[in-house]
């Protein structure tokens, strides 16, 4: 059974950084894209970076670029992203999911809480 575990969320002062996971079990992520989706309160779903594990490929929304840091761990079969320089607008639940867009997929997991404020 294919499962995304996402952790490492939490409450942090504007400007620090965070590391969050997205551990994946029932299947290999080496030949997969893993897309970060984060959903603030009232607002829908929005992408912020998709990586081809395949080949190393990634994007990462505007909003983030030059802030956030995709890495894989094939051997621990988890995805990270590095959150840097975090503001109040990055505060949502952020998901982990085997696509870049998300309106694809369906079985969203409990994501994990990330809270930006002083």
């Known amino acids: 059974q294919v499962q995304f575990a996402e952790s490492g969320g939490g409450l942090v002062q504007p400007g620090r950084s965070l590391r969050l996971s997205c551990a994946a079990s029932?299947?290999?992520?080496?030949?997969?894209?893993i897309g970060w989706f984060r959903q603030a309160p009232g607002k829908e779903r929005e992408g912020v970076s998709c990586?081809?594990?395949?080949?190393?490929?990634?994007d990462y929304a505007d909003s983030v670029k030059g802030r956030f840091t995709v890495s894989v761990n094939n051997v621990k079969n988890t995805v990270y992203l590095q959150m840097n320089r975090l503001g109040p607008e990055d505060s949502a639940v952020y998901y982990c999911?085997?696509?870049?867009?998300?309106?694809?997929?369906?079985?969203w997991g409990q994501g994990t809480q990330v809270t930006v404020s002083s």
């Open positions: 029932g299947f290999t992520l080496d030949y997969y894209v």
């Open positions: 990586i081809d594990v395949s080949d190393g490929t990634i």
């Open positions: 999911a085997p696509t870049c867009k998300s309106h694809e997929y369906e079985f």
